[in-house]
């Protein structure tokens, strides 16, 4: 069995097939996903995000590293 990815409602596999590989892919995309989210409700206060996420901000600030996802990226832009 390999890899299974969801796409929209497309399922794909993925080459390799052991779980913990299956497992990380799967809690890194929703992982990911929870952090985006955070951050677009909160206009990229990454304080903000992780107490709405209920976690320490330093570890939000960890995973946006490992994701490379920056906070500054969901900020709106205000027009002079």
């Known amino acids: 069995f390999g890899e299974l990815r969801i796409k929209g409602s497309q399922v794909t596999a993925s080459s390799d097939p052991t779980f913990r590989a299956q497992r990380e892919s799967q809690v890194g995309q929703v992982e990911k996903a929870l952090l985006r989210r955070y951050l677009e409700e909160t206009n990229g206060n990454v304080s903000a995000a992780a107490r709405q996420a209920n976690i320490p901000r330093r570890t939000f600030y960890r995973l946006l ?14 027009a002079p």
Do not use: L, P
């Not at 490379?68 to 990226?73: A, E, L, N, Q, W």
């Open 65 to 78: 590293d490992r994701y490379g996802i920056k906070g500054t990226d969901f900020q709106q832009k205000h």
